[in-house]
């Protein structure tokens, strides 16, 4: 069973930055896409960034793009998320999650996930 943990996560002021990580404890994650998602109070859990296994294509939401990035790393396992430029609706709790499908923006989509990294951005 792969497990994911996520880690990065923190408080910071509006324009900042963070860099989120999550790491596969499985020795491969060979064929799997990776995605990020967040969940807000009270709110639906949401799309924010997706990577294949290569790496070759990205898919961000509009809400991100030009200030996210994604990225990762097979070699250690590790898929990152910089966000620069932060704003206070950028807060929530930021999950990584792997699949094999390419729905990237469905949760339902994703069959394992980690458990999840606070980001608070104050304004």
């Known amino acids: 069973q792969v497990q994911l943990v996520e880690s990065g996560g923190g408080l910071v002021q509006g324009g900042g930055s963070l860099r989120l990580s999550c790491v596969a404890s499985a020795h491969t994650l060979r064929s799997t896409a990776m995605g990020w998602f967040r969940q807000a109070p009270e709110k639906e859990r949401e799309f924010v960034a997706a990577?294949?296994?290569?790496?070759?294509?990205?898919y961000y939401t509009d809400s991100v793009k030009g200030r996210f990035t994604i990225s990762r790393d097979n070699a250690k396992n590790t898929v990152y998320l910089q966000m620069n430029s932060l704003k206070p609706e950028d807060t929530a709790v930021y999950y990584c999650a792997a699949t094999y499908s390419t729905q990237w923006s469905r949760p339902n989509a994703y069959a394992v996930w980690g458990q999840g990294t606070q980001v608070t951005v104050s304004s």
């Open positions: 990577i294949t296994w290569t790496g070759g294509s990205t």
